[in-house]
T-cell receptor, first 113, second 117 residues
Framework: KAGVTQTPRYLIKTRGQQVTLSCSPI?????VSWYQQTPGQGLQFLFE???????NKGNFPGRFSGRQFSNSRSEMNVSTLELGDSALYLC????????????FGPGTRLTVT | AQKVTQAQTEISVVEKEDVTLDCVYE???????LFWYKQPPSGELVFLIR??????QNEISGRYSWNFQKSTSSFNFTITASQVVDSAVYFC??????????????FGKGITLSVRP
Protein backbone atom coordinates (compact mmCIF):
# COMPACT_ATOMS: atom_id res chain seq x y z
CA LYS A 1 0.00 0.00 0.00
CA ALA A 2 1.45 3.37 -0.99
CA GLY A 3 2.22 5.76 1.82
CA VAL A 4 1.34 9.42 2.21
CA THR A 5 2.82 11.52 -0.56
CA GLN A 6 3.51 15.22 -0.48
CA THR A 7 4.43 17.54 -3.31
CA PRO A 8 6.60 19.37 -3.85
CA ARG A 9 9.32 18.12 -1.53
CA TYR A 10 11.22 21.39 -1.57
CA LEU A 11 10.11 24.93 -2.28
CA ILE A 12 11.76 28.33 -2.19
CA LYS A 13 9.55 31.40 -2.15
CA THR A 14 9.94 35.10 -1.56
CA ARG A 15 8.32 37.10 1.21
CA GLY A 16 4.84 38.25 0.24
CA GLN A 17 4.21 35.42 -2.19
CA GLN A 18 1.73 32.65 -1.63
CA VAL A 19 2.26 28.90 -1.80
CA THR A 20 0.15 25.77 -2.17
CA LEU A 21 1.27 22.40 -0.84
CA SER A 22 -0.35 19.12 -1.73
CA CYS A 23 -0.91 15.92 0.19
CA SER A 24 -2.24 12.58 -1.06
CA PRO A 25 -3.28 10.31 1.82
CA ILE A 26 -3.06 6.56 2.02
CA UNK A 27 -5.81 4.93 0.01
CA UNK A 28 -8.96 4.60 2.11
CA UNK A 29 -7.95 7.27 4.60
CA UNK A 30 -10.46 10.09 4.98
CA UNK A 31 -8.65 12.23 7.54
CA VAL A 32 -5.77 14.52 6.64
CA SER A 33 -3.96 16.67 9.20
CA TRP A 34 -1.26 19.26 8.63
CA TYR A 35 1.60 20.10 10.96
CA GLN A 36 4.35 22.70 10.86
CA GLN A 37 7.79 21.77 12.17
CA THR A 38 10.38 24.42 13.03
CA PRO A 39 13.52 24.22 15.17
CA GLY A 40 12.14 26.78 17.60
CA GLN A 41 8.50 25.75 18.00
CA GLY A 42 8.77 22.06 17.21
CA LEU A 43 5.78 20.27 15.72
CA GLN A 44 2.57 22.27 15.78
CA PHE A 45 -0.88 21.30 14.55
CA LEU A 46 -2.32 23.44 11.77
CA PHE A 47 -5.67 21.86 10.90
CA GLU A 48 -7.45 18.64 10.09
CA UNK A 49 -9.86 17.75 7.34
CA UNK A 50 -12.24 14.83 7.36
CA UNK A 51 -14.58 14.06 4.48
CA UNK A 52 -13.94 17.47 2.90
CA UNK A 53 -14.75 19.41 6.08
CA UNK A 54 -12.34 21.15 8.40
CA UNK A 55 -12.83 19.33 11.68
CA ASN A 56 -10.18 20.96 13.85
CA LYS A 57 -7.93 23.98 13.67
CA GLY A 58 -4.76 24.99 15.48
CA ASN A 59 -3.61 28.44 16.54
CA PHE A 60 -2.30 29.79 13.28
CA PRO A 61 -3.24 33.05 11.54
CA GLY A 62 -5.80 33.13 8.75
CA ARG A 63 -3.00 33.25 6.17
CA PHE A 64 -2.89 29.49 6.61
CA SER A 65 -5.78 27.71 4.97
CA GLY A 66 -6.57 24.36 3.53
CA ARG A 67 -9.09 22.23 1.77
CA GLN A 68 -9.83 18.63 1.04
CA PHE A 69 -11.19 17.14 -2.13
CA SER A 70 -13.67 14.32 -2.63
CA ASN A 71 -10.80 11.87 -3.21
CA SER A 72 -9.39 12.89 0.22
CA ARG A 73 -6.40 14.66 -1.28
CA SER A 74 -5.68 17.87 0.57
CA GLU A 75 -4.01 21.15 -0.16
CA MET A 76 -2.63 23.72 2.20
CA ASN A 77 -2.21 27.34 1.21
CA VAL A 78 -0.15 30.04 2.86
CA SER A 79 -0.68 33.57 1.63
CA THR A 80 1.56 36.62 2.12
CA LEU A 81 4.52 34.53 3.14
CA GLU A 82 6.73 35.68 5.99
CA LEU A 83 10.29 34.63 6.81
CA GLY A 84 8.96 32.81 9.88
CA ASP A 85 6.89 30.51 7.67
CA SER A 86 10.06 28.70 6.67
CA ALA A 87 9.51 25.20 7.98
CA LEU A 88 8.92 21.56 7.22
CA TYR A 89 5.22 21.05 6.57
CA LEU A 90 4.04 17.55 7.34
CA CYS A 91 0.84 15.94 6.30
CA UNK A 92 -0.65 12.97 8.17
CA UNK A 93 -3.44 10.68 7.10
CA UNK A 94 -5.67 8.35 9.03
CA UNK A 95 -8.80 6.31 8.46
CA UNK A 96 -10.27 8.55 11.14
CA UNK A 97 -7.84 10.39 13.37
CA UNK A 98 -10.24 10.21 16.30
CA UNK A 99 -9.99 6.43 16.36
CA UNK A 100 -6.89 5.41 14.48
CA UNK A 101 -3.22 6.35 14.36
CA UNK A 102 -1.92 8.92 11.91
CA UNK A 103 0.69 8.18 9.28
CA PHE A 104 2.95 10.96 8.10
CA GLY A 105 4.31 11.88 4.70
CA PRO A 106 7.91 12.96 3.99
CA GLY A 107 7.02 16.64 4.26
CA THR A 108 7.52 19.73 2.14
CA ARG A 109 10.52 21.88 3.08
CA LEU A 110 9.50 25.51 2.52
CA THR A 111 12.13 28.22 2.56
CA VAL A 112 11.02 31.85 2.48
CA THR A 113 13.65 34.40 1.50
CA ALA B 1 -4.20 22.14 28.11
CA GLN B 2 -2.11 19.23 27.04
CA LYS B 3 1.64 19.18 27.36
CA VAL B 4 4.37 16.65 26.60
CA THR B 5 7.84 16.99 28.10
CA GLN B 6 10.86 15.19 26.80
CA ALA B 7 13.54 16.42 29.16
CA GLN B 8 16.39 14.66 27.38
CA THR B 9 17.37 16.56 24.24
CA GLU B 10 20.29 14.51 22.99
CA ILE B 11 21.48 11.02 23.86
CA SER B 12 24.57 9.31 22.48
CA VAL B 13 25.22 5.62 23.00
CA VAL B 14 27.48 2.97 21.59
CA GLU B 15 25.93 0.23 19.51
CA LYS B 16 24.44 -2.65 21.53
CA GLU B 17 23.82 -0.47 24.56
CA ASP B 18 20.27 -0.23 25.91
CA VAL B 19 18.77 3.25 25.97
CA THR B 20 15.60 4.66 27.53
CA LEU B 21 13.86 7.75 26.22
CA ASP B 22 11.72 9.53 28.78
CA CYS B 23 8.32 11.11 28.21
CA VAL B 24 6.16 12.90 30.77
CA TYR B 25 2.76 14.27 29.86
CA GLU B 26 0.09 16.54 31.29
CA UNK B 27 -3.60 16.40 30.47
CA UNK B 28 -6.92 17.01 32.20
CA UNK B 29 -8.61 14.42 30.01
CA UNK B 30 -9.50 11.08 31.55
CA UNK B 31 -9.16 9.31 28.23
CA UNK B 32 -6.29 9.99 25.91
CA UNK B 33 -3.83 8.36 23.56
CA LEU B 34 -0.06 8.36 23.81
CA PHE B 35 2.24 7.87 20.85
CA TRP B 36 5.86 7.53 19.90
CA TYR B 37 7.13 8.54 16.48
CA LYS B 38 10.60 8.25 14.99
CA GLN B 39 11.97 10.87 12.60
CA PRO B 40 15.04 9.71 10.67
CA PRO B 41 17.15 12.22 8.71
CA SER B 42 14.84 11.82 5.72
CA GLY B 43 12.25 13.80 7.69
CA GLU B 44 9.26 11.48 7.58
CA LEU B 45 7.68 10.73 10.95
CA VAL B 46 7.41 6.99 11.40
CA PHE B 47 4.64 5.71 13.66
CA LEU B 48 5.91 3.35 16.37
CA ILE B 49 3.12 2.86 18.89
CA ARG B 50 -0.21 4.14 20.20
CA UNK B 51 -1.47 3.42 23.71
CA UNK B 52 -4.89 4.12 25.17
CA UNK B 53 -4.94 5.63 28.65
CA UNK B 54 -7.04 2.69 29.86
CA UNK B 55 -4.39 0.20 28.91
CA UNK B 56 -1.42 0.37 31.23
CA GLN B 57 0.03 -2.92 30.13
CA ASN B 58 3.61 -2.59 28.97
CA GLU B 59 4.35 -3.55 25.40
CA ILE B 60 7.31 -5.16 23.72
CA SER B 61 7.94 -5.25 19.99
CA GLY B 62 11.25 -6.79 19.08
CA ARG B 63 13.99 -4.57 20.50
CA TYR B 64 11.48 -1.89 21.46
CA SER B 65 9.52 -1.74 24.69
CA TRP B 66 7.27 0.83 26.26
CA ASN B 67 6.53 1.46 29.92
CA PHE B 68 3.29 3.35 30.61
CA GLN B 69 2.76 4.54 34.18
CA LYS B 70 -0.37 6.58 34.73
CA SER B 71 0.58 7.29 38.35
CA THR B 72 3.61 9.27 37.22
CA SER B 73 2.16 10.41 33.87
CA SER B 74 5.03 8.82 32.03
CA PHE B 75 5.33 6.81 28.86
CA ASN B 76 8.96 5.78 28.47
CA PHE B 77 10.50 4.03 25.48
CA THR B 78 13.41 1.60 25.72
CA ILE B 79 15.53 0.35 22.84
CA THR B 80 17.43 -2.81 23.70
CA ALA B 81 20.73 -3.57 21.99
CA SER B 82 20.69 -0.33 20.03
CA GLN B 83 21.83 -0.25 16.42
CA VAL B 84 23.19 2.52 14.21
CA VAL B 85 19.90 2.50 12.27
CA ASP B 86 18.13 3.59 15.46
CA SER B 87 19.78 7.01 15.13
CA ALA B 88 16.93 9.48 14.71
CA VAL B 89 14.83 12.03 16.55
CA TYR B 90 12.14 10.41 18.67
CA PHE B 91 8.92 12.21 19.52
CA CYS B 92 6.39 11.41 22.19
CA UNK B 93 2.88 12.74 21.53
CA UNK B 94 -0.54 12.95 23.16
CA UNK B 95 -4.10 13.34 21.86
CA UNK B 96 -7.60 13.33 23.26
CA UNK B 97 -9.55 10.12 22.94
CA UNK B 98 -13.15 10.89 23.83
CA UNK B 99 -15.86 10.83 21.19
CA UNK B 100 -15.81 13.93 19.06
CA UNK B 101 -12.45 14.95 20.46
CA UNK B 102 -9.89 17.09 18.79
CA UNK B 103 -7.54 14.47 17.46
CA UNK B 104 -4.58 16.81 17.05
CA UNK B 105 -1.29 15.44 18.27
CA UNK B 106 0.55 17.46 20.90
CA PHE B 107 4.23 16.66 20.52
CA GLY B 108 7.19 16.89 22.81
CA LYS B 109 10.34 18.65 21.59
CA GLY B 110 11.93 15.38 20.59
CA ILE B 111 15.05 13.48 21.64
CA THR B 112 17.96 13.15 19.24
CA LEU B 113 19.44 9.69 19.60
CA SER B 114 22.86 8.97 18.13
CA VAL B 115 24.06 5.40 18.09
CA ARG B 116 27.79 5.11 17.40
CA PRO B 117 29.32 1.97 15.89
Amino acid sequence: KAGVTQTPRYLIKTRGQQVTLSCSPISGHRSVSWYQQTPGQGLQFLFEYFSETQRNKGNFPGRFSGRQFSNSRSEMNVSTLELGDSALYLCASSRDSQKYEQYFGPGTRLTVT
Amino acid sequence: AQKVTQAQTEISVVEKEDVTLDCVYETRDTTYYLFWYKQPPSGELVFLIRRNSFDEQNEISGRYSWNFQKSTSSFNFTITASQVVDSAVYFCALSEAKRGANSKLTFGKGITLSVRP
